[in-house]
């Protein structure tokens, strides 16, 4: 069965799932989850936004370009401070639903 094809039980292409699959990996990772929460206030500054999740500068930096690379956020520059904000507010969704269900998760 080619790729873009869908099984006769399945909803979806398995294209679909892959793609999905490399967002829930980027997503994994509580520090990821907990500042594309925060963005979803708006956009912050990265010396802000260091501070709202307390952690280092270097390591916040590192979770915003994998964000920034798999296009989940995205930057604006005011001068010599550097802003970000999410690409589209549903990606944290999923976070939402996975905590409205965690009764089934031990």
């Known amino acids: 069965m080619p790729k873009t094809q ?3 039980l399945s909803p979806y292409p398995k294209e679909v799932y ?3 699959s490399r ?3 980027v997503m994994a990772n509580s520090k990821r ?4 929460n925060i963005l979803k206030q708006g956009e912050i ?3 802000d936004l260091t501070e709202a999740v307390g952690a280092r500068l270097a390591n916040v930096s590192q979770h915003l370009a994998i964000l920034r690379a798999h296009r989940l956020v995205k930057a604006r520059r005011y001068g ?5 904000s999410l690409t589209d507010d549903r990606i944290v969704e999923p976070c939402r ?3 409205d269900l ?5």
């Open 80 to 84: 010599k401070v550097i802003c970000y």
């Open 23 to 25: 967002i829930y990996k």
């Open 102 to 106: 965690a009764y089934l998760i031990r």
């Open 97 to 99: 639903i996975f905590k």
């Open 45 to 47: 500054s990265v010396k």
């Open 6 to 8: 869908k099984s006769k």
């Open 18 to 20: 892959e793609r999905n």
């Open 33 to 36: 989850l907990e500042i594309m």
